[in-house]
């Protein structure tokens, strides 16, 4: 699991649906949520979980997806296992882990210094913790 922390710099809502936006080393993070701490605020801190296997790659990545949260990384670290890659992503001062499998990272020809875009959908992205309210 990765997580990040952040600060809420939006929050949409519609009946119990919840777009949450939040400030993150000068990238806008977004996440969608059913239900929502009544202590999340805009300028609240929080700290952000993201499961490994919910991180997608790109290598060479132009054009148009769905995913909201698209991040620039290096990759820093690989391990190839028997049929999962663990690929250690850096962004700014931040170290994310995604999990793949091998026969992605090979046909993607990833190695470490590579830059690529994580890709992270704003379902799969959830608060862990309040920091402060």
Do not use: P
């Given at each position: ?57 790109a ?11 698209q ?12 049929l ?50």
């Open positions: 699991m990765s997580n990040i922390i952040a600060t809420v710099s939006n929050i949409e809502s519609c009946d119990n649906l919840h777009i949450v936006n939040f400030a993150f080393n000068n990238v806008t993070l977004s996440m969608m949520s059913l239900e929502l701490n009544k202590q999340i605020k805009i300028g609240t801190q929080v700290k952000l979980n993201i499961k490994s296997a919910q991180i997608a790659i290598k060479n990545f132009s054009g148009d997806v769905s995913y909201s949260n991040l620039e990384c290096k990759i820093k670290d690989m391990e190839n296992g028997k999962l890659s663990s690929i250690k992503l850096q962004i700014g001062t931040l170290y994310l882990e995604s999990i793949i499998t091998v026969n992605s990272s090979k046909r993607m020809g990833l190695k470490v210094g590579d830059d690529v875009t994580a890709f992270i959908k704003a379902s799969d992205l959830s608060i862990l913790e309040v920091i402060n309210a």
